[in-house]
T-cell receptor, first 111, second 112 residues
Framework: GDSVTQMEGPVTLSEEAFLTINCTYT??????LFWYVQYPGEGLQLLLKATKADDKGSNKGFEATYRKETTSFHLEKGSVQVSDSAVYFCALNSNDYKLSFGAGTTVTVRA | DTEVTQTPKHLVMGMTNKKSLKCEQH?????MYWYKQKAKKPPELMFV???????INESVPSRFSPECPNSSLLNLHLHALQPEDSALYLCASSQDNGYEQYFGPGTRLTVT
């Protein structure tokens, strides 16, 4: 079945540091890949997506590239802010209704 | 507009109460979902409605009863819940099968 593995953290960074959260997946076929972010006390927000190999999703300074050869979709941001403190979930969808989520990575950015 | 709304934001209920959670979207999406999320964990799928019909029930106990009155609304009826049912309940919608899902802000449920 489908599965997603992401580094669990927690990750603590200083402002303006570089952030990488690793995500790898197992799926049959050609899934769509997503990063969701959950700020404290809120629901999940779609951060970015990629639907085919070599697609790059980007939003709010975050980027992730769909790498089929390494089955990866790592999230990166060049300069984080305190407001980026949140839980980040990598997820995939193999063309059905079910989203498979990673365990989530808690990121704390200190001023 | 990619907004999914949920009411109430917070709910405290006793084990003998009956209550309902409500979810609404006006994006014309044909699939709607209920998830349960425990602290520090990813959401767990409970139910999926597709074109207003229940298409997936992830073996959820019968004390949770979903309802889809129309293509924009999704309810979750709660009855005789247990303290372990305390969690954040999230509603989501998507254009159809395989598309990205948009989540609401959730209802924080506490069962006493």
């Amino acid at each position: 079945g489908d599965s997603v593995t992401q580094m669990e953290g927690p990750v603590t960074l200083s402002e303006e540091a570089f952030l990488t959260i690793n995500c790898t997946y197992t799926a049959t076929g050609y899934p769509s890949l997503f990063w969701y972010v959950q700020y404290p006390g809120e629901g999940l927000q779609l951060l970015l997506k990629a639907t085919k190999a070599d697609d790059k999703g980007s939003n709010k300074g975050f980027e992730a590239t769909y790498r089929k050869e390494t089955t990866s979709f790592h999230l990166e941001k060049g300069s984080v802010q305190v407001s980026d403190s949140a839980v980040y979930f990598c997820a995939l969808n193999s063309n059905d209704y079910k989203l498979s989520f990673g365990a989530g990575t808690t990121v704390t950015v200190r001023a | 507009d990619t907004e999914v709304t949920q009411t109430p934001k917070h709910l405290v209920m006793g084990m003998t109460n009956k209550k309902s959670l409500k979810c609404e979207q006006h994006m014309g999406h044909r699939a709607m979902y209920w998830y349960k999320q425990k602290a520090k964990k990813p959401p767990e799928l409970m139910f999926v409605y597709s074109y207003e019909k229940l298409s997936i029930n992830e073996s959820v106990p019968s004390r949770f009863s979903p309802e889809c009155p129309n293509s924009s609304l999704l309810n979750l009826h709660l009855h005789a819940l247990q303290p372990e049912d305390s969690a954040l309940y999230l509603c989501a919608s998507s254009q159809d099968n395989g598309y990205e899902q948009y989540f609401g802000p959730g209802t924080r449920l506490t069962v006493t």
